[in-house]
């Protein structure tokens, strides 16, 4: 089975700056997704930016961006020039290659302040 | 409009009370979710339906069952409620992959349940 960790409950970061949220993984499996969803006061769930495993390129979606480490297991989320609407929870998400469950770790809240 | 939606979107029953989610989806996806969302934790899959014939558990089945009404309608109910079946339930949709890959998932804004 898939683990999903996040081992920062909790991150704060100043408007403009740039802040990273940390995951890691663990999987047997070689083709696999990973997915950054965001989920504002909302609640809703949105998705912010996916990789596909075979992709060496690291993917970006204007300011976010991500630093994946397939042999360290790991899937970062960088946030460059944070905006007040980026305060949320984020969750890093794992797929397999049968499409059939997100496995979700625990989620990092992000707080951006003035 | 959104592509997702969730009726209700909070609900309070009592225990033993059985109880139904309904999922709506104009995205014309083939695949559809339900997840639950406890405080502090991530989703968990409960269910997933990858056609109106084809119905899966997932992670934490017991305690629900849910119903493909049709491609875009998919149900969950709690035949008799608990308290800690108090959570936000998610529904989501993804599409079949169209090449290499698995499928991205879109998800409604959620229902909180509150079961007393």
């Known amino acids: 089975a898939q683990t999903v960790t996040q081992s920062q409950p909790e991150m704060s970061v100043q408007e403009a700056e740039t802040v990273t949220l940390s995951c890691t993984y663990d999987?047997?499996?070689?083709?696999?997704?990973l997915f950054w969803y965001k989920q504002p006061p909302s609640r809703q769930m949105i998705l912010v930016i996916r990789?596909?495993?075979?992709?060496?390129q690291n993917a970006t979606e204007n300011r976010f961006s991500v630093n994946f480490q397939k042999a360290a297991k790991s899937f970062s989320l960088k946030i460059s020039d944070s905006q007040l609407g980026d305060t949320a929870m984020y969750f890093c998400?794992?797929?397999?290659?049968?499409?059939?469950?997100?496995?979700f770790g625990g989620g990092t809240r992000l707080m951006v302040k003035p | 409009d959104a592509d997702v939606t969730q009726t209700p979107r909070n609900r309070i029953t009592k225990t033993g009370k059985r109880i139904m989610l309904e999922c709506s989806q104009t995205?014309?996806?083939?695949?559809m979710y339900w997840y639950r969302q406890d405080p502090g934790l991530g989703l968990r899959l409960i269910y997933y339906s990858f056609d109106v014939k084809d119905i899966n558990k997932g992670e934490i089945s017991d305690g629900y069952s849910v119903s493909r009404q049709a491609q875009a309608k998919f149900s969950l109910s709690l035949e008799s409620a608990i308290p800690n079946q108090t959570a936000l339930y998610f529904c989501a949709t993804s599409d079949l992959p169209r090449s290499r890959g698995t499928d991205t998932q879109y998800f409604g804004p959620g229902t909180r349940l509150t079961v007393l």
């Open positions: 998400a794992f797929n397999n290659n049968a499409g059939n469950m997100l496995t």
């Open positions: 990789q596909e495993a075979y992709k060496q």
């Open positions: 999987t047997s499996e070689n083709n696999y997704y």
């Open positions: 995205k014309g996806h083939d695949r």
